[in-house]
């Protein structure tokens, strides 16, 4: 599975982007997909997901701001980040869980993608 994101930038605080992440998976193995990010020197963190059946889940950091969605292929995945504020520089990864036929998940990461915030 490859993951292909796209859409990071520098924007000005209060400012907005849209990240995309298509995956070469058949919509009907891919149990979630979302968006993490890695700040310098900060671990990894979750900033949304999107389950098969839709559910979104998003950090308390980004809630109110960010929206997660898929297109209607459910293959790609976007995020608007609206409101966007220093704190959310970061590089940004594009993460796919993956049904396997012999029952299980496995986890696909994509490339990162860098967000800069700032004026």
């Known amino acids: 599975v490859q993951l292909q994101a796209s859409g990071g930038g520098l924007v000005q605080p209060g400012g907005s982007l849209r990240l ?5 998976a058949s919509a009907f193995s891919i149990s979630l997909m979302g968006w993490y990010r890695q700040a310098p020197g900060n671990q990894r ?18 809630k109110g701001r ?3 969605s898929r297109n209607n292929l459910e293959t790609t995945v976007s995020l608007q980040m609206n409101s966007l504020k ?9 993460h796919l869980k993956k049904r396997l036929s012999g029952g299980g998940l496995a986890n ?12």
Request: charged share 10%.
């Open 20 to 24: 995309s992440c298509a995956a070469s």
């Open 45 to 62: 963190e979750l900033v949304a997901t999107i389950t098969s059946g839709g559910t979104t889940n998003y950090a308390d950091s980004v």
């Open 66 to 68: 960010f929206t997660i």
């Open 86 to 94: 220093p704190e959310d520089t970061a590089v940004y990864y594009c």
């Open 108 to 119: 696909y990461w994509g490339q990162g993608t860098l967000v800069t915030v700032s004026s």
